[in-house]
């Protein structure tokens, strides 16, 4: 303790900060917290954390990962929906570090308050609430402009979709809009026992490259693209061109569209790559389809 004002002193170890907040989970968020030292090492030097580099993280909760962060010399912005883990956070590390903890949600704080703090390019780190994951990451997609890299942790299943590559059965329209945006790639698995308590679904890392801009640079063309594309994988066993009906479209004009590509026309859109759905929404365009 502090003589001056009682206060107590910096936790040193993750394993510490949640011995002191345990009392406070709540069993309705679903909470399951990191604490192995060792996987939460290895995933700040993943993200190549260095001393003042603006970090944007979602979801710390009892601060463990955030507590590994701001001994790398980072300056984090926390944005944290659990009341009991923000006063927490407030308490125990705001005092200590170039912490700031935001209360509420990640899908409505004013991001762009937070990201026009520093004009440095900032880095995402968090490990993210599963039960939004993917609406959080195309939200955090739209201030693109902001972010050079994110190092995410997903459900496994998550990670797999995002990840995938053309014919696996993981492949879809979360795997081309990730494309879209960025250069993704999963450089680690975690196992069930390094979170307390141990949850029953895989995870895994995700790191994010952004790229300048988009791969498509017209916007309308970007939002057709987009629209082709969530449209093929609504209806996965269904060929491309059964798929796109729900657009309006001929299942001719589709067809005809992917021999002109030099593909099957009874095509199935898992096994197109970002480039060839790229170039069928363009075919499309061209012929008045869409």
């Not at 200590?96 to 949600?105: A, D, I, R, W």
């Not at 898992?270 to 008045?288: N, P, S």
């Amino acid at each position: 303790m502090s003589s001056n004002d009682g206060q107590q002193a910096a936790p040193t170890a993750p394993e510490e900060l949640y011995r002191r907040f345990r009392h406070r989970t709540k069993k309705s968020l679903g909470q399951h917290f990191l604490i192995d030292a060792q996987v939460l090492h290895e995933i700040v030097t993943l993200a190549d954390v260095r001393p003042d580099d603006p970090i944007l993280e979602i979801g710390p909760g009892c601060g463990t990962l955030t507590l590994v962060l701001l001994q790398r010399g980072a300056v984090v912005e926390a944005v944290e929906l659990d009341r009991r883990a923000v006063q927490f956070l407030k308490k125990e590390l705001e005092p200590h570090f170039s912490l700031t903890v935001h209360p509420g949600s990640a899908l409505d704080v004013d991001l762009e308050e937070i990201f026009s703090s520093t004009p440095i390019p900032w880095k995402v780190v968090a490990n993210l609430p599963y039960n939004v994951a993917s609406k959080v990451l195309f939200r955090l997609f739209e201030y693109r402009e902001h972010i050079d890299e994110m190092t995410l942790m997903f459900q496994r299943e998550v990670a797999d979709r995002i990840v995938a590559e053309p014919g696996d059965s993981d492949y879809g329209a979360l795997t081309l809009m990730s494309r879209l945006y960025s250069q993704v790639h999963m450089p680690m698995t975690l196992p069930a026992g390094a979170f307390v308590p141990p949850p029953k679904v895989r995870s895994a890392i995700v790191q994010f490259r952004l790229i300048e801009g988009t791969r498509i640079d017209d916007p309308t063309l970007r939002k057709t693209f987009e629209k082709v594309v969530k449209a093929a994988f609504q209806h996965r066993r269904k060929t491309l061109a059964n798929g796109l009906k729900g657009l309006s479209i001929e299942k001719e004009a589709v067809e005809s569209a992917l021999e002109s590509m030099g593909l099957k026309p009874k095509i199935r859109p898992q096994k197109l790559a970002f480039e060839e759905f790229l170039e069928l929404t363009r075919c499309l365009v061209d012929g008045g389809e869409i």
